[in-house]
């Protein structure tokens, strides 16, 4: 009998659920694929006509995580009103909130991507793409409203931040933080100062004189310990307190003044999955939800 689309894809997270299972009880390596089949109650051969190895259902795995957190974030109410930066911390968020159930899991893959690299990124991940894409249709939008400056890079920057989330996930398996308050703090900072940048028309500078060096660098920067966060302070308030050098839209120009230029939009407080659309702007910056650390098994 000829199995339809839909029961190919419950067999398939079948699949990963019972081999993300195995392999927090027992490891990568001690965790084979005809135990996977078992475990998903399907035959031994079977398993193959889905994944070829135990690296792809790792694969399949991360790419079902990004393509859930993109959907999370896309349909948070109000999500079309947020700003450039609120839009950007969603969806960090939501990737995070989607892996914190299997965190022992995730730090299992990591040590697999370090130890072989070439097996791990021998297959493109679709969800990549599609985080490309979203994040390019994010700095459309920021740059249709007049948020941030015109934008020459949006598909390089939808690159970046698949690096940059990848170093988050980094940070934030080794985060021992309260409630990983460390994490909170990184993604804020670190996303304002891009936003901040962005205004100004600071990256397109930047990149114009070498923005790879950023993407080398992503890895390094994101361990504990390397003053990451003192600098992401730094360059914050050095930003903050910079002129824009950006003009009035056409349209305003005539009764704009230096004093009606646009200053820096606060972010408004992020919350897991229900968040809310931004309202007023407050006087001071909203303190981030945090987030819930798994209990140890």
Same mark, same amino acid.
């Given at each position: ?59 399949? *795995? +991360?790419?079902? &995580?990004?393509?859930?957190? %993109? $959907? !999370? /974030? ?89 690096? *940059? +989330?990848?170093? &988050?996930?980094?940070?934030? %398996? $080794? !985060? /021992? ?22 205004r100004g028309g600071l990256v397109n500078r930047v990149l114009q004189l070498g923005g790879f060096v950023l993407r080398s660098q992503m890895a ?5 310990g390397s003053g990451l966060m003192g600098m992401l302070h730094m360059a914050q308030q050095a930003m903050a307190s910079a002129p824009t050098a ?32 931004? /309202? ?18």
């Amino acid at each position: 009998m000829k199995t339809t689309r839909q029961q190919q894809d419950a067999t398939r997270r079948q699949i990963v659920a019972s081999a993300v299972d195995l392999m927090t009880r027992q490891g990568f390596d001690g965790t084979t694929m005809k135990d996977i089949a078992r475990a998903a109650g399907i035959g031994d051969a079977t398993i193959y006509k889905y994944f070829p190895t135990k690296d792809r259902i790792v694969l399949g *795995y +991360l790419d079902d &995580v990004a393509h859930q957190a %993109l $959907a !999370d /974030t896309l349909q948070t109410p109000g999500f079309a009103g947020y700003g450039l930066q609120e839009k950007l911390q969603r969806l960090t968020d939501a990737v995070l909130e989607r892996l914190l159930a299997d965190r022992e899991f995730v730090a299992q893959v990591r040590g697999l991507a370090r130890r072989s690299p070439l097996s791990m990124l021998a297959e493109p991940l679709a969800a990549r793409q599609s985080l490309r894409d979203a994040v390019a249709s994010f700095l459309e939008a920021a740059e249709a409203s007049g948020e941030i400056e015109p934008c020459d890079f949006k598909g390089l920057a939808g690159s970046l931040y698949t690096d *940059y +989330l990848a170093g &988050v996930v980094s940070y934030w %398996l $080794a !985060d /021992t933080s309260d409630e990983f308050a460390d994490t909170t703090q990184l993604v804020d900072l670190s996303l304002g100062v891009l936003v901040q940048a962005l205004r100004g028309g600071l990256v397109n500078r930047v990149l114009q004189l070498g923005g790879f060096v950023l993407r080398s660098q992503m890895a390094r920067m994101v361990q504990h310990g390397s003053g990451l966060m003192g600098m992401l302070h730094m360059a914050q308030q050095a930003m903050a307190s910079a002129p824009t050098a950006r003009a009035p839209a056409p349209m305003a120009a005539a009764a704009a003044s230096p004093a009606t230029t646009p200053s820096q939009a606060p972010r408004a407080p992020r919350k897991p999955r229900a968040a809310t659309p931004p /309202t007023e702007a407050p006087a001071a910056q909203p303190k981030a939800t945090p987030r819930k650390k798994k209990s140890a098994p």
